[in-house]
């Protein structure tokens, strides 16, 4: 209220398009979604922009316990969900956070209530299992 900034909200590609055996995770990201919408119509009077991101699968220490969980390597679970990104691997944390940067800056200043997927290509691709 001291002037407006940015709210930029997490969610994920399963928030737009869920995929098997995710129903409570899809859900709640979905849910994010529905918040960033609704905040950004609430808080537009006082200057404050609310927006979300939609990573893919981001190469984070999940895929580490994943690959454990499922008896396989790191190198081997990073391969199978490649597979699911039309660039053909899986996402940098440094590259969702160069989004948020941008969508928290001035040359963002005339987005609200919307949000962009940083999935290299998954949503473009459509439907998976």
């Given at each position: 209220?001291?002037?407006g900034g940015a709210i930029?909200?997490?969610a994920s590609v399963q928030g737009v398009q869920s995929a098997w055996g995710v129903s409570a995770y899809a859900a709640s990201k979905g849910?994010?979604?529905s918040l960033t919408r609704q905040l950004a119509?609430?808080?537009a009077k006082d200057n404050i922009r609310v927006l979300?991101?939609?990573p893919g699968t981001i190469d984070t220490p999940l895929v580490a316990e994943a690959a454990a969980a499922e008896g396989s390597t790191v190198a081997e679970k990073q391969a199978i969900w490649a597979a699911d990104h039309p660039i053909g691997r899986i996402g940098q944390p440094a590259e969702v956070?160069?989004?948020v940067l941008f969508l928290a800056g001035d040359k963002a200043s005339f987005m609200t209530g919307s949000y962009v997927n940083v999935d290299g290509g998954m949503l473009a691709k459509g439907a998976w299992a």
């Open positions: 209220k001291r002037g930029i909200n997490t849910g994010d979604l119509l609430e808080y979300a991101v939609n956070a160069n989004v």
